[in-house]
């Protein structure tokens, strides 16, 4: 059985603002979590649909991402509202990069929107390289 590596309730509690994709962006879908950025939510009937897609969502990102000692929902509230401060990156042991991000707040806002489309595969791989230096 597999570790649960997102939360059913931070979903629902980022579906909230999901018509800004971001629930979709914390369960590792960054290309409609941009469309429905961009939309509003596919004019928010895809938001509203959503609402009834998070559990199936969670389930696939369970499977999708390697458990560890690195919470996902941690480093995704780091970003949300640090990111800019590099504190993700700290979080996750990327010491030089997070400093980079706090003196260019967050590179110049191009590096957050890159750990937006990347953050749950960075913490993935941190995870199975932490696995295997045991």
């Not at 994709?21 to 590792?28: L, P, V």
Request: net charge positive; with cysteine; glycine share 12%.
């Amino acid at each position: 059985m597999r570790q649960n590596t997102h939360s059913t309730l931070i979903g629902y509690l980022l579906w909230i603002f999901g018509f800004l994709g971001s629930h979709r962006f914390y369960y590792g879908k960054p290309i409609t979590g941009t469309i429905w950025f961009f939309t509003l939510g596919l004019f928010f009937v895809g938001w509203i649909i959503d609402l009834f897609l998070i559990p199936s969502m969670d389930r696939e990102a369970d499977l999708r991402f390697q458990p560890g000692p690195i919470d996902y929902t941690v480093a995704w509230i780091l970003l949300t509202f640090l990111g800019v401060f590099g504190v993700h990156r700290m979080y996750q042991g990327k010491w030089i990069t997070g400093l980079i991000y706090l003196c260019t707040g967050g590179l110049f806002f191009i590096g957050i929107l890159y750990d937006f489309w990347t953050l749950n595969s960075q913490v993935s791989m941190q995870n199975m390289e932490k696995r295997f230096d045991r």
